[in-house]
């Protein structure tokens, strides 16, 4: 294979601009082609929706340059053959990404910051305190108009981003709605002068509480056309990134090679589908890598992970224990489209918000019941998701996470027994805080903390797997042989073991050559711990 070389700007991590990434002859993924569909297409009005740091905002700036007739950018790409008049439109992009709106005074000034930057384009001058946003953007479409007798271009990034820094606080979202709502009225009340308008976003507010007037919005967020107009499909990464991947392989081996890892280029691709892929948009279930993970790792020569880097809010996780929902109940969750694809303003089921943020994505449908199956996209997301969940639960003993890590680390390198394991998990729960097990006295709790805790570790765990006879609490799969835990609360570990030997749970590793041990687990009522365990072989 023919050698490249790269440097860091050849990546341009988190730089969304389009025109920076083709004058610095940067890597770029050829998105054109869904550009060129979508602005020939008889609409005139389209909504996207993908998770943070899939590349909306590249997406907006690309238009931007489109609709601007920078044709000489665009050379080499698929719409420079396709497009032949590369006629020339005003534009007026709003970017609601660039601010904060904690409040009702940085709402103002963000957005009069945002406005005033596209106003000083067409020569208007606006007065420093006018929060009449509507009023504001009429005149600037209509300058824009009349300076060049062309229609208008409007392209909105994040437009969502006002009101997600407020959803933990009803009033004040409510204020902001109703001023966003203010904002985006005159793309309906001037379309005479609108050629084409294009907004991104996470999450998706109802049109009576944003877009009370914007009834003809396309939503492209379920179109199979555009499926991959986000991110980067296996076929874009096996072959425009081909040459990237190799050189990635030959930076992990100067990195680890001292160690006596080595790495092929099938090795390294397995990796990185396991850690950055497994996103899929519609009925089509197209392979999405997360680009942002996907370029990070190229740009630091090496996979790990990068998507989880701000953290997950804990306002998402808050909500996930006020309606009782843990991290086993979200893996292999089945649901129609209008349940994960609900609005988002008043959040009353943390499903939609977790698959629009991207936490969940689509696995599978079943046209017979109109159902899709969701799941966490991949290993980077499940794990770092569990990390974060874990220390929400653990937040007076997040140190515990490291005790029960090394117990994990010795028992996958056989340095210690299953029982001794167990006497060191027992040690672990002994330590949780009375505050945290007093207000949740149930088994699930002490379930979600291990589960949560193996799935950070990067332990093969699965949890409330479904069998012919039941459900078991926790499967943990070490090279050498698999446990299935029971956990009690208050009841006894034979009982715990016998559930796993009557329902006949290792029936659903038959076919594995592993065998299988039934481990039961009882908590104590009073002490709040493992108060007994069991260990007996369910499958040889």
């Not at 300076?147 to 208008?152: H, L, M, N, P, S």
């Not at 490291?402 to 056989?414: I, M, Q, Y």
């Not at 446990?483 to 034979?494: D, N």
Request: glycine content about 4%; hydrophobic content about 35%.
């Amino acid at each position: 294979m023919e050698q490249i070389e790269r440097n860091a700007c050849d990546y341009a991590v988190g730089n969304p601009t389009f025109e920076w990434h083709r004058e610095q002859n940067a890597v770029y993924i050829d998105k054109t082609a869904y550009v060129y569909r979508m602005v020939k297409t008889k609409a005139t009005n389209f909504f996207l929706s993908r998770p943070r740091r899939f590349g909306k905002s590249m997406l907006v700036d690309t238009l931007r340059c489109y609709f601007e007739g920078r044709k000489e950018l665009f050379e080499g790409l698929a719409i420079y053959d396709l497009e032949k008049e590369w006629k020339k439109y005003p534009v007026i992009r709003l970017d609601m990404s660039n601010g904060k709106y904690f409040s009702k005074e940085t709402l103002h000034r963000t957005i009069h910051t945002i406005l005033k930057w596209e106003e000083k384009k067409f020569g208007i001058i606006a007065p420093e305190d006018s929060d009449n946003y509507d009023e504001r953007l009429t005149d600037m479409i209509r300058a824009a108009y009349k300076q060049t007798g062309e229609r208008v271009v409007v392209l909105v990034d994040e437009y969502d981003a006002p009101m997600l820094d407020s959803i933990d606080k009803p009033e004040l979202q409510e204020y902001i709605r109703g001023h966003i709502r203010n904002l985006f009225s005159p793309l309906k009340a001037q379309a005479q002068y609108l050629r084409f308008v294009f907004l991104t976003g996470i999450s998706k507010f109802s049109q009576l509480s944003v877009f009370s007037e914007l009834n003809n919005l396309q939503t492209l967020t379920f179109d199979p056309a555009y499926e991959a107009i986000c991110g980067i499909t296996e076929e874009e990464l096996l072959t425009q990134l081909k040459p990237d991947i190799q050189l990635l392989t030959e930076r992990m081996n100067d990195i680890y090679g001292s160690w006596g890892i080595h790495y092929e280029y099938d090795d390294t691709v397995a990796r990185l589908k396991e850690m950055y892929d497994g996103y899929h948009f519609t009925k089509k279930m197209t392979d999405i890598y997360c680009p942002w993970s996907l370029f990070s790792a190229f740009y630091r020569g090496e996979i790990d992970s990068f998507w989880f880097s701000t953290g997950t809010p804990s306002m998402l996780i808050n909500v996930m224990r006020q309606h009782n929902l843990s991290i086993q109940k979200i893996q292999d969750f089945h649901a129609r489209l209008d349940r994960f694809d609900a609005p988002t303003e008043r959040i009353t089921d943390p499903i939609p918000v977790l698959f629009q943020s991207g936490y969940l994505t689509l696995k599978d449908y079943n046209p017979i019941e109109d159902e899709y199956l969701l799941d966490f996209p991949n290993k980077e997301v499940r794990e770092g998701f569990s990390k974060s969940l874990y220390k929400y639960y653990m937040e007076e003993y997040v140190g515990s996470q490291d005790a029960l890590g090394n117990a994990f680390k010795r028992l996958r390198r056989k340095d210690i027994t299953i029982d001794q394991f167990v006497e060191l998990l027992r040690q672990w729960y002994a330590g949780i805080p009375y505050s945290i097990t007093d207000r949740n006295q149930n088994e699930q709790l002490y379930q979600s903390l291990i589960y949560a805790a193996l799935l950070g570790f990067g332990a093969d765990v699965q949890a409330e797997d479904m069998t012919s006879d039941g459900r078991m609490d926790i499967a943990l799969k070490l090279q050498d042989a698999i446990y299935i835990f029971e956990l009690k609360y208050g009841k006894t570990a034979s009982e715990a073991t016998d559930q796993i030997l009557t329902k006949d749970y290792a029936v659903r590793f038959a076919s594995d050559p592993r065998p299988v041990y039934a481990v039961g687990l009882n908590i104590s009522q009073d002490r709040r711990t493992i108060d007994g365990y069991r260990i007996c072989q369910a499958k040889s």
